[in-house]
């Protein structure tokens, strides 16, 4: 692996060692990072990304989900160059695009009534926080651990590593950021409303926000009835219940996970597709009576839900994510890349068990894991919220060899001309054909 990277990655190698004087740890972009160095990319096509060196490579990072329709799809981009043709990048003022965008969303998720883009996912969670609390008149939100819902400072709690609460990932946020944030254990429906009963002591519960396909866009897979459980806790709680589809929206399926999983959430959480893997992209939408808190005022006699960014929902980003969504409703995209996915994990499986691996390959259509053995079969029961420090750190050893491990995996990838994400997950898009598949395997 080494030997790929010395011979084959040169020009990668200097552009690294210079971003490493200008940039914090010489990437902007915490996927990038790969060992013993990140490769630099220059060219972006179908199922193929290309390094500065020329080095090819089949793309199952798709930028962390959104190029589901192959990378550098020519029908968006056309239309972005048309647009920026006739009215440049951004205007601050209301473009029809931003209409064709929140029309199709409706379309595809009947249950999506209104939708405002917003700049990023992050951003989109904090407003759905933000439209529940007004909604619901409560404080709490609670959380899967490990999640991933963005990173500002009331999420950075059990962001990917379960009970990890803020230690790992973030310091710089003070306690009272997070401090009406709950954490449950992904798939644990009592644990669930444990928290929703507690906290109608505490101020109750605004939202339960989950990743449809649990926790980090399903590397903890959680039970095909595990979402409508929460569903009804909502409603007994007086809750709202707020789907992340950042990932899984007009991916798992057109109508999202909602529709794969045939669950009406309250809310819906978009990033990255809605504007079709360009920049800036997320939204958040839902019932009237919810999404509308976004543009109440006086004049309502309700309280706003105030959202807001320079960039957000301008021209270029509403008129890509509306052709994606349109493109990916013509071609069939979902079920397309979804079938690769069975073929790749299919080919995966064989390999392990050939093999005697200790790694397991699952998939959720175009989403697919590869993981170590020793960090599925983790009971988190023996340590979450019983403040045993050693069951933490247990788990904490075991996933720090996992990450040691995916990253050499990563590596290891790599220097066979596969990029995945982390080493541990592979998205596949529509321009993942039998044979690249069979290739990659
Ligand atoms: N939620 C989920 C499920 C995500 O995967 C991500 C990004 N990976 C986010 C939220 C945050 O989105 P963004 O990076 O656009 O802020």
Redesign the pocket.
């Given at each position: 692996i080494l030997k790929y990277y010395d011979d084959q990655c040169k020009q990668s190698k200097e552009v690294f060692d210079e971003a490493q004087k200008y940039i914090p740890g010489g990437v902007q972009h915490n996927?990038a990072f790969n060992k013993p160095f990140p490769v630099c990319f220059s060219k972006a096509e179908g199922a193929y990304l290309y390094d500065k060196d020329g080095n090819q490579y089949i793309d199952f990072l798709q930028a962390?989900?959104p190029t589901i329709l192959g990378s550098n799809y020519p029908v968006i981009r056309d239309a972005v160059i048309d647009l920026l043709q006739t009215c440049g990048p951004v205007t601050g003022l209301l473009h029809e695009a931003e209409l064709l965008i929140a029309k199709e969303i409706n379309h595809c998720m009947p249950n999506v009534e209104m939708f405002r883009m917003l700049?990023?996912?992050?951003?989109?969670?904090m407003a759905a926080i933000r439209i529940s609390r007004i909604a619901t008149g409560h404080k709490r939100i609670i959380k899967v651990g490990g999640?991933?819902?963005?990173?500002s400072d009331q999420?950075v709690y059990g962001l990917k590593i379960p009970g990890s609460r803020n230690l790992l990932e973030s310091h710089g946020i003070p306690r009272k950021c997070f401090a009406l944030t709950d954490e449950v254990r992904p798939n644990d429906l009592d644990m669930l409303e444990g928290f929703l009963r507690i906290n109608r002591l505490k101020g109750g519960t605004a939202c339960v926000i989950v990743?449809p396909v649990g926790p980090?866009?399903g590397t903890r897979p959680v039970a095909a009835e595990y979402n409508k459980g929460v569903r009804s806790l909502c409603d007994k709680y007086g809750a709202l219940m707020v789907f992340?589809?950042?990932?899984?929206g007009f991916r798992v399926a057109l109508s999202g996970a909602q529709g794969y999983f045939d669950v009406v959430p309250d809310l819906t959480?978009f990033?990255?597709i809605v504007a079709g893997g360009y920049p800036?992209?997320?939204g958040v939408g839902g019932k009237k009576e919810y999404a509308g808190l976004m543009a109440a005022g006086v004049a309502t006699g309700k309280h706003r839900a105030y959202v807001g960014g320079t960039l957000a929902a301008n021209p270029l980003s509403a008129l890509a994510g509306y052709t994606a969504i349109k493109e990916i409703e013509r071609t069939n995209a979902c079920e397309i890349a979804g079938r690769a996915g069975d073929r790749l994990t299919d080919g995966l499986k064989d390999l392990l068990a050939r093999y005697e691996l200790p790694f397991v390959a699952y998939n959720q259509g175009s989403i697919v894991h590869l993981e170590c053995t020793g960090a599925m079969s983790y009971d988190f029961s023996s340590y979450l919220f019983v403040k045993s420090a050693l069951g933490l750190l247990k788990y904490q050893d075991i996933m720090t060899e996992r990450k040691d491990s995916m990253e050499r995996m990563g590596a290891a990838y790599m220097a066979n001309g596969i990029v995945t994400l982390a080493g541990s997950r592979l998205y596949t898009s529509m321009a993942d054909t039998d044979e690249i598949i069979d290739e990659a395997l």
């Open positions: 996927l962390g989900g700049g990023s996912g992050t951003e989109s969670v999640g991933y819902h963005g990173w999420m990743e980090e866009s992340d589809e950042v990932v899984t959480v990033g990255k800036s992209a997320g």
